[in-house]
């Protein structure tokens, strides 16, 4: 059903890199789960009418809340798919970000009200009327409301759209929260137990904690996130595959939507080649990566020495040790200026945003013990830096 509605409503689909294609994407994605939360509002609410069920009927204005965050949607892919202004070179991509940030205020402010209700309900319990008609009527919402769960994860995996993603999160705690009704009605109906508010509570909660869980995920590429091991090792091995790129590091990427990034990195050149022939393979590099990966990248030259052996030495006994004492930290930048007393080993040390003061400090004390065992005169000169790239 999904890829028939992809392929009768959207032209040139598996262009997904195109704004306009995905903003056609947001566009179905926002109709369908418009018509289907109102059909559903309309049932619900006629269902909790009948029998007498405030979870029931706080479920119907879930949905209608839900087509209201179809339409947040609606409006963010829309406004996100703007193309780029002179007051806005990067365009407006982060509007659909925004737009999930909505989705998630709205879920959470319907658990706080479904919270609100079903304590009311503890207190002031109603006769819940059971009916196996109704009850089915709520069963097929629930196949509706799991099939827009995978629908909008499938076409927001597919073209990595944060506001898609928030709404099947959204959907899939609407079938938590009918689930929890027929339950309830059910448990009324055999046994005369009045558990409705009490199901309504613990499906608030639910509501609850997803709601904070999708303002947390959007929240994070607006603030700026870590870059992702997969998508790191993307763009170094194609740095790196060009002629006298000798290494990467410090990879910085900003996100200002899902197809517009922008990122830098320091690429390593051997500090005895012609400069302009360097400069127009690192055009070459950033041309072709724009082209490619859709990726607006600044190329940074780092000279490294690549003939020297004795810095060349100096260099592998540091990688060694660096090694040895912690896998995860890494070194850039070396150089080695000789005075008359002692050897300066000068270089970058990158180690993970998690370490504590402490734990650098440790490292740093041990990098300078373990270098100055080959050689009394070896002195290090390290500026310490947190990687970029976001921790396993």
Not at 58 to 83: H, M, T, Y
Not at 122 to 134: A, Y
Request: glycine share 6%; with cysteine; aromatic share 8%.
């Amino acid at each position: 059903m999904t890829e028939l509605l992809v392929k009768l409503f959207i032209k040139d689909n598996d262009n997904i890199q195109d704004q306009r294609v995905r903003t056609s994407y947001g566009i179905l994605a926002g109709i369908v789960g418009i018509v289907c939360n109102i059909i559903l509002f309309i049932v619900k609410l006629t269902v909790g009418i009948l029998i007498k069920s405030v979870s029931v009927m706080a479920d119907a204005f879930n949905n209608l809340s839900d087509a209201g965050s179809s339409i947040i949607g609606f409006i963010g892919v829309k406004l996100a798919g703007r193309p780029a202004d002179k007051e806005h070179p990067f365009g407006h991509g982060r509007m659909e970000y925004i737009a999930a940030l909505a989705v998630s205020f709205v879920i959470i402010q319907v658990s706080l009200s479904l919270f609100k209700n079903s304590f009311e309900e503890i207190f002031k319990p109603e006769d819940v009327i059971f009916s196996p008609v109704l009850i089915g009527i709520l069963v097929i919402s629930i196949f509706i409301k799991v099939w827009l769960v995978l629908f909008n994860r499938k076409l927001g995996k597919r073209v990595k759209s944060s506001v898609m993603l928030a709404t099947a999160a959204d959907s899939l705690s609407d079938v938590l929260v009918t689930s929890a009704t027929i339950v309830s009605a059910v448990i009324a109906g055999l046994t005369g137990l009045k558990i409705d508010g009490y199901m309504g509570l613990v499906v608030s909660v639910f509501v609850f904690i997803a709601g904070v869980k999708i303002a947390k995920e959007t929240l994070e590429p607006l603030l700026g996130q870590a870059v992702d091991r997969e998508l790191y090792k993307k763009i170094t091995d194609f740095v790196e595959s060009y002629p006298n790129i000798v290494g990467s590091h410090d990879l910085i990427i900003h996100s200002y939507g899902p197809t517009h990034r922008m990122a830098t990195i320091h690429a390593e050149v051997p500090n005895d080649i012609n400069i302009e022939k360097m400069h127009e393979i690192i055009d070459r590099i950033e041309r072709d990566i724009l082209d490619k990966m859709g990726i607006f990248l600044v190329i940074h030259m780092d000279p490294v020495e690549m003939n020297d052996a004795l810095v060349l030495d100096y260099k592998r006994i540091v990688t060694d040790i660096i090694k040895k004492l912690d896998a995860k930290a890494s070194i850039h930048d070396f150089r080695v200026v000789k005075t008359e007393f002692q050897i300066n080993l000068i270089f970058d040390l990158s180690v993970p945003f998690s370490y504590s003061p402490k734990e650098e400090e440790r490292l740093l004390k041990g990098i300078m013990e373990e270098v100055k065992k080959h050689d009394a005169r070896l002195n290090c000169v390290i500026t310490l830096e947190n990687s970029y790239i976001a921790e396993e």
